[in-house]
């Protein structure tokens, strides 16, 4: 088990972050979580400079709506990047692998059938306690990485064309 800080970066410093616009899709199920790597994603979007009012947030019921929204996002053409933000905690079924395969292949999809580049941030963990240290815990915040990595991928994007 990881027991150091994930959420550690060093600042990006982009000098055109204000003219990008970020769509974020959170998960409402398990939001003891999801709303904390939703924070995280966002105070680390704005602290790199992307404007307030071009981070734009939509709620979905749980995990597995999350691969619709972020593709209707994506495909929209409105946003630079796309976060999905989710979370599935382990249970007694395979309810859990379902889930997850299910909203890990969406946000693929996401990837290669668009040009907008869709950011994986969903926690698939075997306890709550996990969850809780990887969503603002001890272990960091997966949502400060998520909202990293969508900076890094519009950088890539803007710099790479086919």
Not at 8 to 35: C, H, M, Q, R
Not at 50 to 58: D, F, G, R, V
Not at 129 to 149: D, M, P, Y
């Amino acid at each position: 088990m990881a027991t150091t800080n994930l959420s550690d970066y060093k600042p990006l410093n982009i000098s055109n972050a204000d003219e990008y616009s970020i769509g974020i899709v959170v998960s409402e199920w398990n939001d003891f979580v999801t709303y904390n790597l939703r924070n995280g994603a966002v105070e680390t979007l704005k602290a790199e400079g992307i404007k307030e009012e071009n981070i734009h947030i939509y709620y979905v019921p749980g995990a597995f709506e999350l691969s619709f929204a972020a593709m209707k996002l994506c495909r929209s053409n409105k946003f630079a990047a796309v976060i999905a933000i989710g979370n599935v905690i382990r249970g007694e079924t395979p309810h859990f692998e379902y889930v997850c395969s299910g909203v890990t292949q969406g946000i693929k999809d996401c990837n290669i059938l668009t040009d907008t580049p869709a950011i994986f941030c969903v926690l698939t963990d075997d306890t709550k306690e996990q969850s809780i240290a990887r969503s603002g815990g001890n272990l960091g915040n997966k949502g400060v990485e998520a909202a990293v990595t969508a900076l890094k991928m519009i950088d890539f994007n803007t710099k790479v064309s086919l």
